[in-house]
């Protein structure tokens, strides 16, 4: 972290802090520990930033993900290793962090088909949570 512009993580450590027990929460919510972190690498690879995306690559393979398909996440649209209700949900996790069509039904609806209501709202926070993230890493360059 030599180049980073401030050391946020003390300059408003208790705010920081609280947004990193968030993390713990997810973790142990709907989603689980590999899907989490599958949605904040996918996050993470659209926003750019190289610090998370390495971070959550690890996390993935440390909740039993294989490098196949952590390798082929940006791919997953064309990839036979994501189940149709993956593909759902990381269609559903690229449109909340772009917003270029603000999350049409067609993005939107097919969740239903696979998860709950409780899941869907977990997942929201989720990409919302890391995009949060994402934005103050790359912001203060770390």
């Not at 919510?29 to 998370?52: D, E, K, P, T, Y």
């Not at 990381?90 to 962090?97: C, G, I, L, M």
Request: proline share 3%; with cysteine.
């Amino acid at each position: 972290m030599k180049n980073l512009r401030l050391p946020y993580h003390q300059l408003a450590a208790n705010a920081f802090n609280q947004l990193l027990a968030t993390k713990h929460t997810l973790f142990d919510g709907q989603l689980g520990h590999a899907m989490s972190a599958l949605v904040w690498l996918r996050v993470s690879q659209i926003n750019g930033c190289h610090f998370c995306i390495d971070k959550h690559g690890k996390e993935a393979l440390e909740a039993g993900e294989s490098a196949a398909r952590i390798e082929q996440l940006a791919r997953f649209r064309d990839s036979a290793l994501f189940s149709p209700a993956e593909k759902a949900a990381f269609a559903f996790a690229e449109a909340v962090t772009t917003l270029e069509d603000r999350v049409p039904d067609a993005v939107f609806l097919p969740l239903k088909d696979y998860y709950s209501d409780r899941w869907i709202a977990e997942l929201t926070v989720t990409v919302g949570f890391m995009n949060a993230l994402n934005r103050i890493a790359i912001t203060m360059r770390q």
